[in-house]
């Protein structure tokens, strides 16, 4: 056995006849060496900031009282983004020294905290091999070699409903999207598109017509991620409040999807409580570092869905997934297949809790086209669940994790069948 770094991950490449023991121990020693590392980096200062305004205060208003201070520290030529979500509300930019330790003193202001960088969750490649969509319509484990079929109701299939990729973009052309995919907002200044593929990817799994679990919901790219799969906390805060405004502009139910994360921020899961409040469902990867997801952000807000990567050739939590309380309920997450945004003719086939977090939108895109409240669907979801069905040996160690396997409930209202099949 032995590793490859990637960027602040790592590929674990395994030698046959190695010992599975000592292989779990070295990927629990590698991944935590990364949370070491994400811990480090945070110590590193720089001058872009997010600024908290108490709750009743306004943006508005804050810009009035900024005007009595000299030009020099002043704000207003300094902010690259404003929040506003409910009671949470704030701005983004880089600002001098001395505008923060002026900000400090500002009664308006609740909090000034550094900006930080998340990264899309992907965790490998590979190419051949998809099951995610079988998996979700049966309760028991699927035979390694079977072909199984995909069960759900064409009438609630997310008609009525916008589903909000903050991503790297999305290739909204593609012809697997059947013109339901659009471009909402690019926060990256590189345009829309997507030329990392991370996005397309996810985006292919809510929605896409061979690949998605949602065949009939409209897709709305917020490109939140560059290139290099990377976003500030500062642009994701506002790529939130962009999916909260378009879908009440919009007249429709939604659902938002982040497969990206990054150590724990409270600022981050403030915004998702005030956003889940204006009535967007909001689903988050748990993470691949195989460490205790409540550790980090987005998958720490108990107002988010979060989910955890399982093999479906096994049914056992895969190595590399975050897992624990924070944790909701687990889907497929090992060699998913989608679409691959460089070419149409081709698929793409990727690993991470990345993949698991969009078959669960579009789960709930499904669920919000049959009218369920959106403040009822993690109860739902968690009650429709496939129960005790993930391997005891792989929750091993993974403390207060629950058992709980995504299923859309479609065999016990529509058909008569064989469990030993």
Request: glycine share 8%; proline share 3%; hydrophobic share 40%.
């Amino acid at each position: 056995m032995y590793w490859v770094p990637i960027e602040r991950g790592f590929l674990i490449i395994r030698k046959e006849g190695a010992n599975p023991v000592l292989i779990e121990l070295t990927e629990m020693l590698i991944n935590l060496a990364c949370v070491f590392i994400a811990l480090i980096d945070k110590c590193f200062s720089n001058d872009s900031y997010f600024v908290s305004l108490k709750a009743s205060e306004s943006i508005d208003h804050f810009m009035e009282y900024d005007k009595r201070y000299p030009k020099h520290l002043q704000v207003r030529d300094f902010i690259s983004n404003s929040i506003a979500i409910g009671d949470f509300k704030g701005f983004s930019g880089r600002f001098s020294k001395d505008i923060i330790d002026r900000l400090k003193r500002c009664p308006l202001v609740q909090e000034i905290t550094e900006d930080i960088m998340f990264n899309a969750l992907e965790f490998e490649i590979q190419e051949d091999a998809p099951r995610h969509l079988a998996r979700i319509s049966r309760r028991r484990r699927m035979k390694p070699n079977k072909p199984y079929p995909y069960m759900y109701e064409t009438e609630y299939s997310g008609q009525g409903v916008n589903a909000y990729v903050i991503d790297s973009g999305i290739e909204v052309d593609h012809p697997e999207f059947e013109g339901r995919a659009s471009a909402g907002y690019d926060f990256t200044e590189e345009g829309s598109g997507d030329n990392n593929g991370h996005g397309t990817h996810v985006a292919g799994l809510i929605g896409s017509v061979t690949y998605g679990v949602a065949k009939n919901v409209r897709i709305v790219e917020v490109k939140a991620l560059n290139s290099k799969g990377a976003g500030s906390l500062s642009t994701i805060l506002a790529a939130i409040d962009f999916a909260v405004n378009h879908r009440i502009e919009s007249g429709r139910k939604g659902v938002a999807n982040l497969s990206l994360g990054a150590y724990k921020n409270h600022i981050l899961n403030k915004a998702i409580e005030q956003a889940t409040n204006t009535g967007l469902v909001f689903v988050v990867a748990a993470g691949n570092s195989n460490i205790n997801a409540c550790m980090t952000s987005p998958a720490s807000s108990k107002y988010a869905i979060t989910v955890g990567a399982i093999d479906d050739y096994t049914d056992s939590v895969t190595a590399f997934s975050n897992w624990g309380e924070c944790v909701d309920i687990f889907a497929s997450g090992a060699y998913v297949r989608s679409v691959d945004a460089r070419n149409h003719d081709k698929t793409q086939v990727l690993s991470g809790t990345s993949m698991a977090s969009p078959i669960v939108t579009g789960m709930v895109a499904n669920l919000l086209s049959q009218n369920v409240e959106s403040g009822k669907i993690k109860s739902v979801l968690i009650r429709m669940a496939a129960k005790n069905k993930i391997t005891k040996t792989s929750l091993f160690l993974r403390k207060k994790t629950p058992n709980r396997i995504l299923y859309n409930g479609i065999q016990e209202r529509e058909i008569e069948y064989n469990e030993d099949d």
